[in-house]
């Protein structure tokens, strides 16, 4: 190795070494000591001193510090080079895309079967709830994607459109007594009428303007739903929201109940495969209906938007019906999503539509990469799937989150999934993937 490498190596460590120091204030007295009731103390509080798990979080910060000094931010030395060839390439593993959805596919119409038959109906209950969050999340992405990932606006406030189909589920049951299948559809009409709404005002603002706009609208919606108490419940929320039929056929006890109808024994995890199915049928659904709008001029439209809007406006496009239908149809899919979330929770508040809840999807379409279907999908697996296993661990799960969005965003700059097949070509080729590089703000 040559003494320009020693040099650098050198370097290197002594920058995590600081980096090393600085977690070291930080994690000693937000890791290392903890107030617990101690029971030598009478009840009293007392401090728990937590060294060794200050050392792990140090040994992280050294230990990615050095990775990142040596192999990602100095990519003009030799040792950067060598290093960079060993990097994992998933443009390389570009073609395997195409049999990636219907892998997944296959996989969760046989979820139910394959945990009945691993855990049995008790054991199940739990692993089939989290493939209903991860689902409602991966639905929730593909529709925030249409707005973000394929039209190139920055929303920061999508958990609004989600509240509104929420509590329009909630609303027209209790005040009008309608099924779930009447209001499934309205909810979305609801939501993408509001969706409109918040287009209109935006159509002359771009990048940071609209965030701060969009990010206003959701906390808009949600003050409204906690203060409108006569209307909303308010903080109490609405309880008591009735649940989905199988065409009529309740999911009761005894005679004229789903299990009496088909001969089954009654068992309480048929209502819950049902709401898995439906809910897959919902995502599956959306997914389909973004990839043939991909294909037609409005779907065209929203990537010429995304690339350069004054150029779009020069080839005679209407921007304003084209962001206007990118904000409806996003919102009209986060209405569905959320009325589905209303009858299977039989409760709503404000507080489940946080301003967090929006950085959630926005981060699963950001780190799956942007404007793409598939990588929504796997970044909702991770990040909601994952550590929904951790949850004990509540104490270190966001700073796990954000060390994982962090070597994500260092590692792959674009998203997880930074190629795509384009809706159309100059060469007129199909199948050819384009790098995220070669496009606007790695919308690939």
């Not at 107030?35 to 990615?64: D, T």
């Not at 997914?287 to 004054?310: H, Q, S, Y």
């Not at 950085?359 to 697996?381: K, N, P, R």
Request: aromatic share 14%; net charge neutral.
């Amino acid at each position: 190795m040559s003494v320009k490498s020693d040099n650098f190596f050198m370097d290197s460590v002594k920058d995590a070494a600081a980096g090393g120091l600085i977690a070291l204030a930080l994690f000693a007295v937000l890791i290392g000591m903890k107030a617990e009731v101690a029971s030598g103390l009478g009840g009293q509080l007392g401090i728990v001193y937590r060294w060794g798990a200050v050392a792990v979080a140090v040994a992280i910060v050294f230990g990615g510090r050095l990775l990142l000094n040596l192999f990602v931010w100095k990519a003009e030395t030799p040792v950067t080079q060598t290093a960079g060839s060993l990097m994992p390439n998933l443009q390389s593993l570009a073609p395997l895309g195409k049999y990636a959805m219907p892998i997944f596919l296959v996989l969760a119409v046989v979820l139910p079967f394959l945990l009945m038959s691993a855990y049995g109906a008790r054991g199940s209950r739990q692993y089939l709830d989290l493939a209903i969050l991860v689902t409602t999340y991966v639905m929730l992405g593909w529709g925030l994607n249409i707005v973000v990932g394929l039209a190139g606006l920055l929303d920061l406030g999508y958990v609004a459109f989600y509240a509104v189909g929420a509590y329009s589920y909630a609303l027209l049951a209790e005040y009008f007594g309608f099924s779930f299948w009447i209001c499934l559809p309205l909810a979305g009409i609801l939501a993408a009428f509001w969706g409109i709404i918040l287009g209109f005002p935006v159509l002359r603002l771009r990048g940071d303007y609209l965030a701060i706009v969009t990010l206003a609208f959701g906390e808009i919606i949600r003050v409204v739903l906690l203060n409108w108490y006569e209307f909303t419940g308010g903080p109490d929320g609405i309880s008591g929201i009735p649940r989905p039929s199988f065409f009529g056929i309740e999911f009761t006890r005894g005679e004229g109940g789903f299990a009496d109808t088909f001969g089954l024994e009654f068992s309480s995890i048929h209502r819950i495969i049902f709401l898995y199915y439906l809910i897959l049928l919902m995502a599956l659904i959306t997914n389909f209906v973004t990839m043939r709008l991909r294909k037609l001029p409005v779907g065209r439209a929203w990537e010429a938007l995304r690339e350069d809007e004054i150029a779009c406006r020069s080839l005679g496009i209407n921007t304003t019906n084209t962001k206007l239908t990118a904000f409806a149809l996003g919102a009209m899919f986060g209405g569905f999503a959320g009325s589905f979330f209303a009858t299977r929770q039989g409760f709503i508040s404000p507080e489940s539509f946080t301003f967090i809840e929006s950085a959630v999807i926005l981060a699963i379409v950001v780190l799956g990469g942007l404007g793409s279907q598939i990588g929504v999908v796997i970044a909702a697996i991770v990040m909601i799937g994952g550590f929904e296993f951790f949850r004990g661990l509540e104490e270190y799960r966001m700073l796990v989150f954000g060390l994982l969005m962090v070597i994500i965003m260092v590692w792959k700059p674009r998203g997880l999934i930074s190629t795509r097949n384009p809706s159309i070509t100059l060469s007129g080729k199909k199948g050819k993937g384009i790098s995220s590089d070669l496009v606007q703000e790695g919308h690939g």
